[in-house]
């Protein structure tokens, strides 16, 4: 990808945006499940570092940059979640890829009866749910590794996503 790669210009997405985005090596700081009032407003929020673009190196340098930008992507109408979980606790799990019904997987991931997969180095969580929405809760910055740092990062308020409005 490079920097004008045209996610770079946005803020949000949703699930129609799904084929023009790429998870791939987004670190996860964070998981929530929360319930709605009724069985078809709980919402799967996931506090990641979203990789906007790779930025090809310029030459002599080898090194790749990213831009990248702390987003909370929510999973809304989620009525079933299994998986797994096998996170080597000193190193953040990382999003491989994002799998929906329907979609190639370069994975090969078998999503059984589940509409979506959030498939990591280190876990897989099949779900089903009517959607996704993503927001950035801070402005891209470049970065030489794919994470931003604890002061870079503007974490997600968990206390907020329990109020709807609150959202980002």
């Known amino acids: 990808m490079s920097t004008t790669d045209p996610r770079s210009a946005r803020t949000s997405w ?12 987004c670190p996860v700081h964070g998981i929530a499940f929360v319930r709605g009032e009724q069985p078809w407003l709980h919402r ?5 570092d979203y990789i906007l673009s790779w930025i090809p190196a310029r030459p002599p340098s080898l090194q790749l940059a990213f831009e990248i930008a702390p987003c909370t992507l929510t999973f809304e109408g989620v009525s079933a979640i299994d998986g797994n979980l096998e996170i080597d ?4 799990p990382r999003i491989d890829e994002i799998v929906r019904r329907g979609a190639e997987s370069k994975l ?4 059984q009866d589940h509409d979506w997969a959030v498939v990591g180095h280190e876990f897989m969580l099949r779900l089903k749910a009517n959607g ?7 402005a891209p910055v470049v970065s030489m590794v794919q994470q931003l740092s604890g002061r ?8 907020d996503v329990y109020e709807d409005d609150a959202l980002p």
């Open 89 to 92: 606790v000193r190193f953040p």
């Open 108 to 111: 090969a991931v078998d999503l």
């Open 132 to 138: 996704f929405k993503q927001n950035l809760r801070a």
């Open 14 to 25: 949703t699930e129609s945006d799904f084929e023009m985005m790429n998870w791939h090596d």
């Open 44 to 48: 799967l929020l996931f506090d990641i």
């Open 152 to 159: 870079t990062r503007s974490p997600i308020n968990w206390a």
